[in-house]
C-alpha cells in the first residue's frame, strides 16, 4: 500500500503563486508515472500535470507555461509549481502514482483557493 500527502494548498490572490508537495510513502524511483489532478465544484477530476520516469511532462492546455511539475526521487516527493494563478484554478488538488506494478493510488487531496 502507497500513502500520498499532499500540502502546501491554500488562499491566494489571483496572480499569485503556490507550490504543492506530494510526499509518498514509498520510494518513487520506478513510478512509470506521478500526475496532479484537480477536481472544482460540480466539474470533473481532470488532469493537471504529468512526469514520468524519464522526466518527460506534460500539461493540460490550461496551464501550459505556468505551471511546472518535478519530481525528486532521493525525497520520494513530486511538486508542482503554480504561477500566475487564475480564479478559474481554483479546485481540489490531487496527487496520483501510478506504476505497472503496483496500479494506481491518490492522495487525500488540498484545496487551492485563487480569490481577491
Known amino acids: 500500500q502507497v500513502q500520498l500527502v499532499e500540502s502546501g494548498g491554500g488562499l491566494v490572490q489571483p496572480g499569485g503563486s503556490l507550490t504543492l508537495s506530494c510526499a509518498a510513502s514509498?520510494?518513487?524511483?520506478?513510478?512509470?508515472?506521478m500526475a496532479w489532478y484537480r477536481q472544482a465544484p460540480g466539474k470533473k477530476r481532470e488532469l493537471v500535470a504529468a512526469i514520468t520516469s524519464g522526466d518527460n511532462t506534460n500539461y493540460a492546455d490550461s496551464v501550459k507555461g505556468r505551471f511546472t511539475i518535478s519530481r525528486d526521487n532521493a525525497k520520494n516527493m513530486v511538486y508542482l509549481q503554480m504561477n500566475s494563478l487564475k480564479p478559474e484554478d481554483t479546485a481540489v488538488y490531487y496527487c496520483?502514482?501510478?506504476?505497472?506494478?503496483?496500479?494506481?493510488?491518490w492522495g487525500q487531496g488540498t484545496q487551492v483557493t485563487v480569490s481577491s
Open positions: 496520483h502514482q501510478f506504476s505497472v506494478r503496483s496500479g494506481g493510488y
Open positions: 514509498r520510494s518513487i524511483v520506478s513510478v512509470n508515472r
